[in-house]
């Protein structure tokens, strides 16, 4: 991925796309996995300790289920409080395209990991928090 820090926030854009070029894609920029240079996911938390002032991490660009194994590994290895936003595919229409409904099997399923690493897992519907898993319980 690309690194590169603003103000507090550090940004991390992944590379790679190992999916069908979805049209009208907005991140066509990095579906080039070769793209960018590779960071251990050790390093790239050494890095952000060295840091001043870093109150932030963004996580955006490729495929993220392409990356999955390497988020799983980060979440826990990072300080702070972390929040990550996620869309919830599993309670809508499911969808007629083969590649749409690998896109939501896969999501759920990275959903399901990053959850499991979480210490605090809520769901928003309707404006509503709902608390699915808290923390030291």
């Given at each position: 991925?690309?690194?590169?820090?603003?103000?507090?926030?550090?940004?991390?854009?992944?590379?790679?796309?190992?999916?069908?070029?979805?049209?009208?894609?907005?991140?066509?920029?990095?579906?080039?996995?070769?793209?960018?240079?590779?960071?251990?996911v050790?390093?790239?938390?050494?890095?952000?300790?060295r840091?001043?002032?870093?109150?932030?991490?963004?996580?955006?660009?490729?495929?993220?289920?392409?990356?999955?194994?390497?988020?799983?590994?980060?979440?826990?290895?990072?300080?702070?409080h972390?929040?990550?936003?996620?869309?919830?595919?599993?309670?809508?229409?499911?969808?007629?395209?083969?590649?749409?409904?690998?896109?939501?099997?896969?999501?759920?399923?990275?959903?399901?990991?990053?959850?499991?690493?979480?210490?605090?897992?809520?769901?928003?519907?309707?404006?509503?928090?709902?608390?699915?898993?808290?923390?030291?319980?």
């Open positions: 991925g690309v690194l590169g820090a603003t103000d507090h926030r550090v940004m991390l854009t992944t590379q790679g796309c190992s999916h069908v070029k979805c049209p009208g894609c907005t991140s066509a920029h990095t579906w080039d996995a070769n793209a960018g240079r590779q960071v251990p050790t390093g790239l938390v050494h890095w952000m300790a840091l001043p002032r870093v109150d932030g991490l963004t996580i955006t660009g490729g495929e993220p289920t392409d990356q999955a194994a390497a988020l799983i590994d980060l979440l826990p290895q990072l300080p702070g972390i929040i990550l936003v996620s869309n919830e595919v599993g309670w809508g229409i499911v969808p007629m395209h083969p590649v749409s409904r690998l896109f939501a099997d896969e999501q759920g399923r990275l959903n399901q990991r990053v959850a499991a690493v979480c210490d605090q897992v809520t769901l928003v519907a309707a404006g509503l928090p709902l608390s699915l898993k808290s923390a030291g319980g």
